[in-house]
């Protein structure tokens, strides 16, 4: 089964940094995952929230939590390697020094 991500977000604490819903979608799957984003465990590490029939995958790194939604029967395998690819290109891109440093 090909992996299909429904909803991606970055977020510090509670505070969403970033999100993307895919287009083929639209439903509310950014607010359930801010309403997810408030339950989930703050220990570093990855782990699957079950929540309204889709499952939000995290990956907490210190103060950032990302977050990706995919249907229940993709597994954790595709989503988690996802998350680990995200950390490092948000990582890579938020430490670029900005125009005028």
Known sequence: M???????????????????????YSGSLPDAARKVLSQISRGK???TFVYEGHAFNYLVDRDLCFICVSDLDVG???????????????????SRPTVGE
Not at 3 to 22: D, H, I, M, Q, S
Not at 76 to 94: E, R
């Open 2 to 24: 090909p992996l299909t991500l429904k909803c991606a977000l970055v977020a510090r604490g509670t505070f969403v940094v970033c999100e993307y819903e895919a287009d083929f």
């Open 76 to 94: 954790t395998s595709g989503p988690y390697s996802f998350l680990k690819d995200l950390k490092v290109k948000y990582t890579q891109a938020a």
């Open 45 to 47: 590490g990855m782990k």
